[in-house]
């Protein structure tokens, strides 16, 4: 990229003496005594200078990174399922909740049945928690609907975050998440193919996600639901192997996918496959964690074969009631020994190209200046520490929030 500005220019703004932290393809960046400078919000200039500016801050020494990106979040549900914890540590799984009809299908009946002012208060005080941790850019899913109608409500509630904050909020159409208790899952896969041109008439979503997974949808389901997808314009991702290996994730890298996410059962070949692609491995450690899951991601596979990885909360209120990016993060060092430095780079850069989001997620020349200032001196102390939240404040496109 060439320089985009010129040293005669007056910059909007200047943050001065910070130390500025990234990780680049999984390598730590740290460069104290730096200065950045922001025009029309983006990154107009990084480096030791003091250059003409309008507003000047001062960072007194702190850090400043990339602002967070939780790149896979259901954000947007209706009540909560802290009454099945007992039953979870009691012993019974996921699967066995989901045959008793508990599980997600319980929380698509209290969305169903939530008011939309009421499903947008709750999602504001989750979303709180990570515009606390510096996070600038989330993925919301609907999913919990199990109707176009309701669906479409859940995506309203997303564009309505998105109104009223200071973030960049990505919606995704969930549809394909589960089909209601007793229902043929070919004609529900079907109605989810067909109720996509009215999604996309309502312009309320920009990507399609489904679950494809031996107690969700098969490859050849999700397959024709992403297919429509794609044609009609969305950027696709799938929940592939979390529980099992049923083939999702070639499919999804065949078509193009921004994502596949989760993965603890990908084997070896689909690393190959996944690595000489450019979708990236969206981890999920707090759903691994909280379903107390033992079969990992194949973290050393993945780094063999240059899949980019991200890390994300999986916010959601059943397999992973997380709302922490930062505890998130160090549950993929501690859990599956990425190096703090992965991390940091898939909850920043990798986690920007999962949404399919380009100049984001990097301190760089021409990038937007989502960028969050933290009271402490290296971003791995971000992700050593534990229920450790040093932020300090958040710009969002050039704008503190
Ligand atoms: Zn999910």
């Not at 099945?84 to 009809?101: C, P, V, W």
């Amino acid at each position: 990229m060439g320089r985009l500005y010129n040293f005669a220019m007056i910059h909007d703004y200047m943050i001065c003496n910070i130390i500025l932290g990234q990780a680049i393809a999984g390598q730590w960046q740290v460069s104290p005594k730096t200065n950045i400078a922001i025009a029309n919000g983006r990154i107009s200039y990084i480096g030791p200078d003091k250059v003409d500016a309008k507003q000047i801050y001062n960072g007194r020494g702190r850090l400043l990174t990339p602002a967070l990106i939780d790149c896979h979040t259901h954000l947007v549900y209706g009540g909560n399922r802290a009454h099945e914890f007992d039953l979870r540590l009691n012993g019974a799984s996921y699967q066995d909740i989901a045959k008793q009809g508990g599980g997600i299908n319980y929380t698509v009946q209290q969305t169903q049945k939530a008011s939309e002012k009421t499903l947008y208060q709750q999602a504001k005080v989750r979303l709180n928690h990570f515009m606390q941790q510096g996070v600038a850019t989330i993925e919301i899913k609907s999913g919990y609907g199990q109707n176009i109608h309701d669906e479409l409500k859940q995506l309203r509630i997303a564009r309505q975050l998105a109104q009223n904050h200071k973030m960049r909020i990505i919606p995704t159409y969930l549809g394909a998440h589960s089909a209601p208790a007793g229902a043929d899952k070919g004609q529900f896969i079907a109605q989810c193919i067909s109720d996509l041109d009215m999604v996309k008439q309502s312009g309320l979503a920009q990507q399609v996600d489904g679950f494809c997974e031996n107690i969700g949808f098969t490859t050849n389901q999700c397959e024709e639901y992403l297919t429509r997808a794609k044609q009609l314009g969305f950027a696709i991702k799938l929940h592939s192997d979390q529980l099992s290996n049923i083939g999702g994730t070639p499919m999804a890298v065949r078509l193009g996918a921004l994502s596949v996410d989760h993965l603890e059962y990908i084997d070896e070949s689909d690393c190959q496959i996944l690595g000489n692609s450019s979708t990236i491995a969206v981890l999920l450690p707090a759903a691994f964690y909280y379903l107390r899951e033992t079969t990992r991601p194949p973290i050393g596979l993945m780094r063999q074969y240059g899949v980019k990885m991200a890390v994300a909360s999986d916010c959601n209120p059943g397999s992973s009631p997380c709302h922490s990016l930062l505890l998130s993060m160090n549950m993929a060092s501690v859990l599956w020994q990425m190096t703090p430095a992965e991390v940091f780079c898939g909850v920043t850069h990798h986690a920007a190209l999962a949404l399919g989001l380009e100049n984001l997620g990097l301190i760089k020349e021409g990038y937007i200046a989502d960028m969050a200032l933290w009271n402490c001196t290296h971003p791995n102390q971000l992700i050593y520490n534990i229920g450790y939240n040093p932020h300090h404040k958040t710009m969002v496109a050039g704008e503190w929030r």
